[in-house]
């Protein structure tokens, strides 16, 4: 089987891109990070995902992206909550910078290490809330980069960051989630929980998953804190 | 002043960028990396020369590549000696896995935070024992990929990565240095120092340092335990 690497964030994006890597016969090693986000239950979501869909193995590399600050989430301002609507192109306060850039450049390490060329990564275009790093051109750059930053590049292999949630919406998404098995219970995509680790529902990510449930004519299994 | 990105190990091509940095009237942010290393003496070293050049800051980010594995300078394997010249072809034992991948995006999201679009990096291409991400070409695939991975891109910035030591020798990274009034008293470049931290003098690393020394008619200042 080909080894691949896959982003796992514990969200429900990153779920159904595991579960895309598995059903297209790759082996996968899951990545998450522990980026000093507030609270820790994305990792404890990215543990449950990766058991749930049988990934061969799952690291989680400790990253503190706080010591450059910059985002909400990894600074102590307060998430913004509520907002009318969202714009496209402007870029939110939830933005972590060169976040993506970062994660890929872990995941390209560990392939270097497993002998694989193929990262899958949750990226998604359309419901990307402005985040530079979601796009397609940012995807290809990397995969150019990743062939000229390993020994495997200079020996001849192309990589391939397969980003198959890129032009889907998110209730899409759910869709594609729901016809692989993905347990959505298990997945986590709040930027603020409660302290009962409850999604607080009113957060962009929340509203997003929602808006994405209410569209796809499907229940999210997970509870909120208020709805 | 504009302010720029300087990747900073200690060594003496890092410390020599940095000083290069200064000179072209940047105002200069230091950014080491303690990844796991069996020692901290680099950014013991890294600390001595940010200080002693200038920088206007200086962080250090924790990541650790061991959980990847893969490399000597990670890993728990004997670092080799003594080895008879080298060949440029092969990839040394010492490699770290996307190990520039991953500081240059780490370089990325400081220069998001601080306005910044130069990072500064001593890669080199001569002396570079067979590194992948210390080609030229590898440093403008990054370029590219930053222009499209930040909202400054994203707002028409171009990012430039100087590697202003790319073409030089090691004889030429000294002669540069001592023009610029580095210190190299202050750097360290051992892969295997002793237990009371003096350089080794026969690991690759002290071998590439100590003959550029010499061709450069230079007394290297460091003390050795072996010579």
Request: charge should be negative; aromatic fraction near 8%; glycine fraction near 8%.
């Amino acid at each position: 089987m080909k080894r691949a690497v896959v982003l796992l964030s514990g969200g429900l994006d990153s779920a159904t891109t595991l579960a895309i890597c598995v059903r297209e016969g790759f082996e996968p090693y899951a990545l998450s990070f522990d980026y000093g986000q507030r609270h820790n239950i994305e990792t404890l979501a990215a543990e449950r995902v990766a058991a749930s869909l049988g990934a061969r193995e799952h690291r989680i590399a400790g990253i503190d992206l706080r010591i450059f600050g910059g985002s909400a989430l990894t600074d102590e301002i307060p998430v913004p909550k509520n907002q009318d609507g969202k714009n496209m192109s402007d870029i939110p306060i939830t933005y972590v910078p060169a976040r993506n850039t970062i994660f890929l450049s872990y995941a390209l390490a560990w392939c270097e290490v497993l002998g694989a060329i193929d990262i899958f990564i949750g990226a998604n275009a359309i419901d990307y809330s402005g985040y530079p790093d979601c796009r397609p051109a940012f995807i290809a750059a990397f995969e150019d980069l990743a062939g000229l930053a390993t020994k495997a590049g200079v020996e001849g292999a192309r990589f391939h960051i397969h980003a198959p949630l890129l032009a889907m919406s998110k209730a899409q998404i759910i869709e594609k989630g729901i016809e692989l098995d993905v347990d959505f219970s298990l997945t986590h995509s709040c930027y603020d929980p409660t302290t009962d680790l409850l999604a607080c529902g009113v957060c962009d990510s929340c509203r997003i998953r929602l808006e994405g449930f209410r569209s796809a004519g499907r229940k999210d299994p997970i509870p909120y804190a208020t709805r």
